[in-house]
């Protein structure tokens, strides 16, 4: 059956994906961050990273950090969706201010002897990752940097004995003299 013809000429949009990543001052009390995650649930966008701590235990204000993916429209939607809650006092898209700095912490575990566990540590070094636990089997390596540069060291460990990877998720600042 053929679906009725629109009066109205409607261009199709293809609007490709972006990934932005958030920074949110929030004021530290319970169930804040599960009101702000729900934002993102309840309408179905995504969070490819998340981190939360207090920033200021005098002013009791946490700071979120959200990497989020969506089309133009949806991070714009995000932003002013996130602006109109009650405990957030400031969102800051640090994609779009180009002025920051992002790291990212990962332990990462790797199992070998000989010649793989040489070529391990090899490129640790090369990646500058520091080794906070050995054994005559594993090392456990403690890398930071941006996202991209992990992600590169994950995939150089996988063939020499991959065990498993614990990430923190994205950190990000402001540069210059001026606070969020």
Known sequence: MNQPASA???????????THTLSVLVQNE????ARVIGLFSGRGYNIE?????????HKHLSRITIVTTGTPTVIEQIKHQLDRMIPVYRVVDMTITGRSIERELAMVK??????????????ADAFRARVIDATTESFVFEITGNSSKISQFIDL?????????????VAAIGRGPEGM
């Open 30 to 33: 319970p169930g804040v961050l």
């Open 157 to 169: 460990m996988r063939p020499l004995g991959l065990v498993e990877v614990s990430r923190t998720g």
């Open 49 to 57: 990273s998340l981190t939360v701590s207090e920033t200021e235990s």
């Open 110 to 123: 790797v199992r070998g002897r000989g010649d793989s566990r040489v070529e391990a540590l090899r490129l």
């Open 8 to 18: 109205y000429f409607l261009e199709e949009r293809h609007d490709p994906n972006e």
